[in-house]
């Protein structure tokens, strides 16, 4: 079974600091790892990914993600956050050998960039 | 850009009432899904569908069912609506194959109430 935990209901940061939104996951073999973002009244916006390769994945946005095998996490970064980064994260995982593409969320972790 | 659609943005219904919420996306993807949002726990998968007229069922498809008759077209029924089914109602869907087949794409959202 596939599971990922978000530890962080809240994450606040001042403009201009650095972020890191917190992720682990348990699967039974290679994860396939990803972040979405949602704004208010929005769906939610694909980020990054991290499929295979080098264990830090840029995406959109300035964020970045490091995979992190040993410690099963997955975390969020952003080296100078903006007010305009404050939404709702949500981190997601799915097994390789998992038919249908299908993905388990996390239950997201709202962050408050304040000025 | 792929574009997911959802019928409405805000629907208000009574108990016991037929409701159905579609979704539409326009770039030929196999995979459709049905997710419900609520606060602290995430989406959760309803139903999903890898072809027209195949579904199965996700973690929580209690109460409702699906129809896709067509490959662009993903519908989510409740059958008898009650309270509890008060909640965001997200579509996304995914390729099956090639570089971008993990990603899953969003609508918008429904906020259904269920009065």
């Known amino acids: 079974a596939q599971s990922v935990a978000q530890p962080e209901d809240q994450v606040n940061v001042a403009e201009g600091n650095p972020l890191t939104v917190k992720c682990t996951y348990s699967v039974s073999g290679n994860p396939y790892l990803f972040w979405y973002v949602q704004y208010p009244n929005r769906g939610l916006q694909f980020l990054l990914k991290?499929?295979?390769?080098?264990?830090l994945v840029k995406g959109s946005y300035g964020f970045e993600a490091e995979f992190n095998k040993s410690q099963t996490s997955f975390h969020l970064k952003k080296p100078s956050a903006l007010v305009s980064d404050s939404a709702l994260y949500f981190c997601a995982v799915r097994e390789e050998n998992n038919a249908g593409n299908m993905l388990t969320f996390g239950g997201g972790t709202r962050l408050m960039v304040k000025p | 850009d792929v574009k997911v659609t959802q019928s409405s943005r805000y629907l208000v219904k009574r108990t016991g009432e037929k409701v159905f919420l579609e979704c539409v996306q326009d770039m030929d993807h196999e995979n459709m899904f049905w997710y419900r949002q609520d606060p602290g726990l995430g989406l959760r998968l309803i139903y999903f569908?890898?072809?027209?007229?195949?579904?199965e069922k996700g973690d929580i498809p209690e109460g409702y069912s699906v129809s896709r008759e067509k490959k662009e077209r993903f519908s989510l029924i409740l059958e008898s609506a009650s309270t509890n089914q008060t909640s965001m109602y997200l579509c996304a869907s995914s390729p099956r194959a090639g570089w971008d087949t993990d990603t899953q794409y969003f609508g918008p959202g429904t906020r259904l109430t269920v009065l």
């Open positions: 569908s890898y072809d027209v007229k195949m579904k």
């Open positions: 991290y499929i295979t390769g080098d264990n």
